[in-house]
T-cell receptor, first 117, second 116 residues
Framework: AQKITQTQPGMFVQEKEAVTLDCTYD???????LFWYKQPSSGEMIFLIY??????QNATEGRYSLNFQKARKSANLVISASQLGDSAMYFC??????????????FGKGTLLTVNP | DAGVIQSPRHEVTEMGQEVTLRCKPI?????LFWYRQTMMRGLELLIY????????DSGMPEDRFSAKMPNASFSTLKIQPSEPRDSAVYFC??????????????FGPGTRLTVL
């Protein structure tokens, strides 16, 4: 079974500092995708970044980067130069094969990030 | 461009009543997903459709839950009869090209359901 583990229920970071949110996954499929979503207090789910299992380079999107270590099955999110607006719940998710030609997205429990001024 | 639209945004109902949640996916997207989010269980996939056909409903909790997608621009999730333990935020998401390892899902704003 596919599994996503986020071991940090909550994290604190000072404004303008960098922060790493941990994510490990478990799958036996060779083809999968890893996503990070942000959920602010308003409740919507906002896509941040994607990493494919065959991608050779770590994904980057502005201040977000994904530290992908395939052998260790980890896909940590790095947020550089934290801003107060980064305070939110962050979810790691994995898209993996679920039969036929279909894939499912499995989410971790999330990490609540608080950025302090 | 309009994103995924869900209605209602909030629903308060009494136990035993029928509840219908609605979703309009992003135009051109051909995969639609229904999720439920609770504090205890996190974000769970309930069912997903590809080209209006239900592909996997293994996440639907029980027979009280049903979902339909009569056309490419509309889907409903119905709970009948509702119970207090159904209280949660229900998200609809859509993507283009089928659920694959690389297709980003776009989420709607969610419907917060409270069953008294």
């Amino acid at each position: 079974a596919q599994k996503i583990t986020q071991t940090q229920p909550g994290m604190f970071v000072q404004e303008k500092e960098a922060v790493t949110l941990d994510c490990t996954y478990d799958t036996s499929d060779p083809s999968y995708g890893l996503f990070w979503y942000k959920q602010p207090s308003s409740g919507e789910m906002i896509f941040l970044i994607y990493q494919g299992s065959y991608d050779q380079q770590n994904a980057t999107e502005g201040r977000y980067s994904l530290n992908f270590q395939k052998a260790r099955k980890s896909a940590n999110l790095v947020i550089s130069a934290s801003q107060l607006g980064d305070s939110a719940m962050y979810f790691c998710a994995m898209s993996s094969y679920s039969g036929g030609s279909n894939y499912k997205l499995t989410f971790g429990k999330g990490t609540l990030l608080t950025v302090n001024p | 461009d309009a994103g995924v639209i869900q209605s209602p945004r909030h629903e308060v109902t009494e136990m035993g009543q029928e509840v219908t949640l609605r979703c309009k996916p992003i135009s051109g997207h051909n995969s639609l997903f229904w999720y439920r989010q609770t504090m205890m269980r996190g974000l769970e996939l309930l069912i997903y459709f590809n080209n209006n056909v239900p592909i996997d409903d293994s996440g639907m909790p029980e027979d009280r839950f049903s979902a339909k997608m009569p056309n490419a621009s509309f889907s409903t999730l119905k709970i009948q009869p509702s119970e207090p333990r159904d209280s949660a935020v229900y998200f609809c998401a859509s993507s283009f090209g089928g659920p694959s390892s690389y297709n980003e899902q776009f989420f709607g704003p969610g419907t917060r359901l409270t069953v008294l």
